[in-house]
């Protein structure tokens, strides 16, 4: 039977990993998952991270936004970009949240 202390030293370990993973999943926007690769939903707007390897391969991509069009177990993604190129099965580390697109309206409404 264990002591109160050492239950007490397991509950203050448990607040600690507990509080590490709020605060971590709050400063990612809570996109991603604890292995640190991003977590793409299908549809999302994505584009390539620069140096990575698929941005070293596809050229004509680099300032381009694709959508994702399927999520493979392994952290695999596959990717349609606008002139009809598709990424299949593409690490997912390879690729980032495109944020907003469109235009933005500037002055008063």
Do not use: C
């Amino acid at each position: 039977m264990k002591s109160e202390i050492e239950m007490n030293d397991n509950t203050a370990e448990r607040i600690k990993i507990t509080e590490k993973l709020t605060q971590s999943a709050s400063v990612s926007g809570g996109r991603g998952n604890e292995g640190g690769e991003p977590d793409f939903e299908v549809g999302d707007q994505v584009r390539l991270v620069a140096d990575s390897l698929a941005w070293k391969a596809e050229m004509k991509l680099r300032s381009k936004i694709g959508q994702v069009v399927e999520r493979r177990p392994g952290g695999r993604i596959s990717v349609r970009y606008g002139n009809g190129r598709l990424l299949m099965g593409r690490d997912a580390k390879a690729f980032e949240h495109a944020g907003e697109i469109g235009l933005k309206a500037k002055g008063k409404l």
